[in-house]
């Protein structure tokens, strides 16, 4: 099985809010996350061409960020994944037409805040940070926001992680528009060529 094949079974059990496919995590992206209102759930699909070379540089990406995290894999990769993960992250296994739960994601105690303000842009950050009356952060740079919420008291993980996820989710009309107009400009550029290399010529 392939990427595209697991994400056509793994897409309806994401029930309620959305998912968003390659969302940029720390120095990887997430192949599928899912984020609701109470949760962000991150999902990395491993089908059969691929390797777990990647699992010890994204495991920590996702640990940091995401409620929940799960690898869903196909039987080749079952044994070898069991051993380089803990406890808490779930393992699904995909096979032709079907997934199968062989353990549940167990809720992440690791999640820190940096690495959850670091899902949004920038100016989203200080947007957030400036509500709730924190001055002075709307000239810092990235990275000296970062280490300010490493540090500081006054941002609670559940409030940060409540903006971000609402962020997240408000920005779907505007993947969708986007996944949209990609479309388009694809069909329009198929069309040049057709005209250019029409059938059998």
């Known amino acids: 099985m392939n990427d595209p094949e697991i994400r056509t079974l793994l897409y309806p059990m994401l029930q309620g809010g959305v998912y968003v496919d390659e969302l940029p995590t720390g120095t990887t992206r997430a192949d599928v996350v899912h984020i609701t209102e109470q949760f962000m759930h991150g999902y990395e699909l491993k089908g059969d061409q691929d390797t777990l070379q990647r699992v010890a540089r994204q495991l920590p990406c996702y640990a940091g960020c995401y409620d929940f995290v799960t690898f869903v894999v196909t039987e080749k990769h079952l044994p070898k994944l ?10 699904v296994v995909a096979s032709p037409g079907n997934l199968h739960l062989h353990r549940p994601a167990l809720y992440n105690a690791t999640v820190e805040r940096p690495a959850v303000a670091s899902l949004l842009r920038v100016e989203e950050i200080k947007q957030y940070l400036l509500a709730r ?9 990235r990275r000296d926001i970062l280490s300010f919420l490493r540090t500081t008291r006054l941002v609670p993980l559940s409030d940060l992680a409540h903006y971000v996820r609402r962020q997240l989710m408000g920005r779907m009309d505007e993947r969708l528009l986007m996944r949209a107009e990609r479309k388009a400009e694809r069909e329009r550029l198929a069309r040049i060529r057709r005209k250019k290399h029409p059938a059998g010529n």
């Open 133 to 141: 009356g924190l001055p002075g952060v709307s000239t810092l740079r």
């Open 82 to 91: 069991l051993t380089q993960v803990p406890e808490w992250v779930g393992v």
